[in-house]
């Protein structure tokens, strides 16, 4: 005679391969986003011509490598809170939400760096194309620098 235990519930791994998908999208979407930063804070120093001597363009290249790690980490951080907010909705949340709060997460840290890096306040810019504050006229005026 045989006996019923009780059911183990078994995890489904069907989609174990997206996951990993998913992970490699994430780093990737990090490191271009770090790219992303570090290109509209040289554009702007360019523009401006504000710390844009060969010392500041070397020490900004030196910050490359930090920043693209520190992305890494802000995309894996912003895409792993998604998924923990969204882990018992529906399928279709848990895909979307994640990748809305990846790619906020990575939007606050483009921001945050070309605000902070790419326009250095006070600096004297000697192209005339840009106010003191060394932010370009082409910078959205309700984004705060």
Do not use: K, Q
Request: proline share 8%; with cysteine; hydrophobic share 55%.
């Amino acid at each position: 005679m045989t006996t019923i235990s009780a059911a183990v519930p078994v995890r489904r791994r069907g989609w174990a391969w997206l996951r990993g998908a998913a992970g490699a999208g994430v780093v990737v979407l990090g490191l271009a986003a770090a790219c992303a930063a570090h290109l509209l804070a040289w554009a702007a120093r360019a523009y401006c011509d504000a710390a844009f001597e060969p010392a500041h363009r070397f020490g900004m290249n030196l910050m490359a490598l930090p920043l693209a790690g520190l992305s890494v980490v802000v995309a894996i951080a912003g895409w792993w809170a998604g998924r923990a907010a969204t882990r018992d909705l529906a399928l279709a949340w848990r895909g979307l939400l994640p990748l809305v709060s990846l790619l906020l997460a990575l939007g606050l840290l483009i921001w945050a760096y070309v605000a902070a890096v790419g326009t250095p306040d006070g600096y004297p810019g000697d192209s005339g194309l840009c106010p003191d504050t060394n932010v370009p006229p082409r910078w959205p005026s309700w984004l705060p620098a």
